[in-house]
């Protein structure tokens, strides 16, 4: 089995900046798919950002210049650097783990951790 910690939410002003990290653990050979989702209140979990092992990423559009993803494969760790926060920002942040091989096992259907909340200040 497959367990993501994330880390790193919080509250932050207005065009501030925040580090998310993720953490995967289990015995993991491989993860093709890391990254981030997010979840306003009242609304649907929405793509954020997510790379692949091999570096492609793809980028919510409102967040493209704002927002980075990497991942230390090596460490099955991802990040999310966010940059200029917006109100429009604060939900919870979900990881996303896709295409997981671990102990042998590919995993066809995608894990997700339990949420960081980021909230911003008045």
């Known amino acids: 089995q497959v367990q993501l910690v994330e880390s790193g939410g919080g509250l932050v002003q207005p065009g501030g900046s925040l580090r998310l990290a993720c953490a995967a653990s289990?015995?993991?050979?491989?993860?093709?798919?890391m990254g981030w989702y997010r979840q306003a209140p009242g609304g649907e979990r929405d793509l954020v950002a997510i790379m692949s092992r091999t570096g492609s990423t793809n980028y919510a559009a409102s967040v493209k210049d704002r927002f980075t993803v990497s991942r230390d494969s090596a460490q099955n760790t991802v990040y999310l650097q966010i940059h200029s926060l917006k109100p429009e920002d604060p939900a919870v942040y979900y990881c996303?783990?896709?295409?997981?091989?671990?102990?042998?096992?590919?995993?066809?259907?995608?894990?997700w951790g339990t949420g960081a909340l980021v909230t911003v200040s008045s």
């Open positions: 289990g015995t993991i050979s491989l993860i093709n798919v």
């Open positions: 996303h783990v896709n295409g997981v091989t671990a102990s042998g096992y590919f995993y066809n259907e995608p894990f």
